[in-house]
Nanobody, 117 residues
Framework: QVQLVESGGGLVQVGGSLRLSCASS????????MGWYRQGPGQQRELVAR???????NYPDSVKGRFTISRDNAKNTVYLQMNSLKAEDTAVYYC???????????WGQGTQVTVSS
């Protein structure tokens, strides 16, 4: 069982920055595809950023150029640097681990990001 713990959420003004962290338990972090998702009020959960084991990253157009995902395999941690935040970025942000070997998806408990205008 993999446990994910997010941190770094909070309240920030439009145009500001936040960095989210997600620490993973277990010994196979380096082979997981890691992702950040978010869910705004009354909205479906959506992918914000993804980083594969080899370092390839993916972003939707809504955050491209503003958000950066990175990972530190030595610390079993994935990060999401969010710059130029907009009010529409307000959501609960969730960390996800895709264990393709065991075909399991793991989720963190979520961290609230609120961008005030």
């Amino acid at each position: 069982q993999v446990q994910l713990v997010e941190s770094g959420g909070g309240l920030v003004q439009v145009g500001g920055s936040l960095r989210l962290s997600c620490a993973s338990s277990g010994s196979r972090f380096s082979i997981f595809t890691m992702g950040w998702y978010r869910q705004g009020p009354g909205q479906q959960r959506e992918l914000v950023a993804r980083i594969r084991a080899g370092g390839t990253t993916n972003y939707p157009d809504s955050v491209k150029g503003r958000f950066t995902i990175s990972r530190d395999n030595a610390k079993n941690t994935v990060y999401l640097q969010m710059n130029s935040l907009k009010a529409e970025d307000t959501a609960v942000y969730y960390c996800n681990a895709d264990d393709f070997i065991d075909r399991q998806q793991y989720w963190g408990q979520g961290t609230q990001v609120t961008v005030s205008s």
